[in-house]
């Protein structure tokens, strides 16, 4: 990792740096992504099937598309049954959690008018999953559960398959929150198929998932013909600490964001020079037993930074500006600080909270904004899968109490036919 103390020259290009890390990955990048979209728009399952080739080494007919039964079943039979109940398990916390998400319909009537909302759900839900360098049942449950609580009748996943070869912990966390769609495809073309429909893949209202830079440029293209959750970049760690944090922590916890790709972001902000040399060191020394090491270590090279800053209303003002997907709070009173950290996907508070319960079994979502967008964006919740229709209702009573006022603001806009509509009732 870069270290940058806060008094040195380089200090402001790498902070500015780290703030505007946002990639949309437009270009040349999206010249190759609207090729696949179109062939899929046009060709259908053909074209699905032809890249699927392509990309993922697997040759298929239209009917091999869709998961079957009998595979879901192989798939408990291979799988380790203490992994099963820990799925199961993750799965409960996180409907519980969601369950206190969900909104209802409602209504006022007063003076002779009727106002409402109607909460509905959204009712086709596409389910991106990956399944490239890493397979991830986590993400089924992360995804579907939101929706399957909101309402959602049809969930439809697609899920990558190099070589033939699916993870079986995905297809059960698929049955375990009853998705009984699943199609082995994945990449720009899974997001083409579930945007536009082919003659196998339904068409969705609504597509959600984590994925390469392909499929977040293939979200963001679709974007406007379905709903997208967000357009999601590498995933992200920022960690603030004082100078009493555990460094052993510290290193554990930025390797495991570090791991996930060479793409992902890892900020250290802290009080203490002291503290970020240990730090170092020790990341070094985890560093060596990891299975994924030299992913990890490109990681840090890359896009790893320590910035050393002389207070924790510094280090918090910092934290806001960058806006990062995972924050952890290692000081000695985090609840204190908790009402000025407003920027963030998900916040975890203490060293005894690492981030990877986020992930798995806390119960809020692990599907989070990134690159600055925790600005404007949130967690995947029960909300990205309702929709609300307004309901109004006027009695001949009210409508002329009130008419009056719709007649002159609708003159003032010039909007005469606006008048009339209320002038020939009253």
């Known amino acids: 990792m870069k270290i940058v103390d806060f008094k040195a020259k380089s200090f402001q290009a790498m902070y500015k740096k780290v703030v505007e890390r946002l990639n949309l990955g437009e270009g040349d990048l999206d010249q190759v992504v609207h090729k696949i979209l179109a062939d899929v728009r046009k060709e259908g399952d053909r074209a699905v099937i032809r890249y699927t080739e392509q990309f993922d080494r697997l040759s298929l007919r239209a009917s091999g598309l869709r998961v079957t039964k009998a595979e879901v079943d192989a798939a408990y039979e291979a799988a380790d049954k203490k992994v ?56 089924v449950l992360m995804n579907a559960i939101p929706a399957r609580v909101a309402g959602a009748p049809r969930l439809v996943m697609t899920t990558p398959m190099p070589d033939g ?54 979200k963001r293209l679709v974007y406007g013909r379905v709903d997208i959750d967000m357009v999601a970049g590498p995933s992200e760690l920022l960690i603030i600490a004082d100078g009493k944090a555990n460094p052993r922590y510290l290193a554990s916890d930025l390797l495991s964001q570090a791991e996930h790709d060479e793409d992902a972001v890892v900020i250290f902000i802290a009080t203490s020079a002291r503290l970020v040399e240990t730090v170092m060191r020790e990341l070094a020394r985890q560093l060596s037993a990891l299975p994924r090491k030299e992913i990890a270590a490109k990681s840090l090279e890359r896009n790893g930074v320590a910035f050393v800053v002389p207070s924790l209303k510094t280090a918090v003002e910092m934290s806001n500006a960058i806006a990062p997907e995972h924050l952890s709070v290692f000081v000695e009173k985090p609840f204190r600080w908790l009402d000025q950290l407003v920027h963030a996907g998900s916040i975890f508070l203490g060293e005894d909270t690492p981030q990877s319960l986020g992930d798995y079994i806390a119960g809020p979502n692990h599907v989070l904004p990134t690159g600055g967008t925790a600005r404007f964006f949130s967690p995947l919740s029960v909300d990205d899968f309702i929709r609300k229709s307004s309901v109004i209702s006027y009695s001949k009573t009210a409508l002329k109490r009130s008419g009056d006022h719709l007649v002159r603001i609708a003159e003032v806009e010039g909007l005469t036919a606006h008048a009339n509509m209320v002038r020939i009732r009253i």
Do not use: M
């Open 165 to 218: 070869h699916c993870n079986p912990y995905c297809l059960i966390a698929a049955d375990i929150v009853g998705v009984e769609e699943i199609y082995r495809v994945g990449g720009v073309q899974a997001i083409g198929a579930l945007a536009y429909g082919t003659k196998t893949i339904p068409k969705v209202d609504k597509i959600v998932g984590p994925g390469n830079q392909y499929v977040a440029s293939a």
């Open 84 to 139: 099963i109940a820990s799925l199961r398990y993750a799965a409960k916390r996180i409907t519980a959690f969601h369950k206190k998400q969900k909104q209802k319909s409602w209504a006022i009537r007063k003076d002779g008018i009727y106002l409402g909302q109607r909460v509905h759900p959204i009712e086709r839900v596409g389910l991106y999953v990956p399944g490239g360098k890493a397979a991830y049942p986590s993400s």
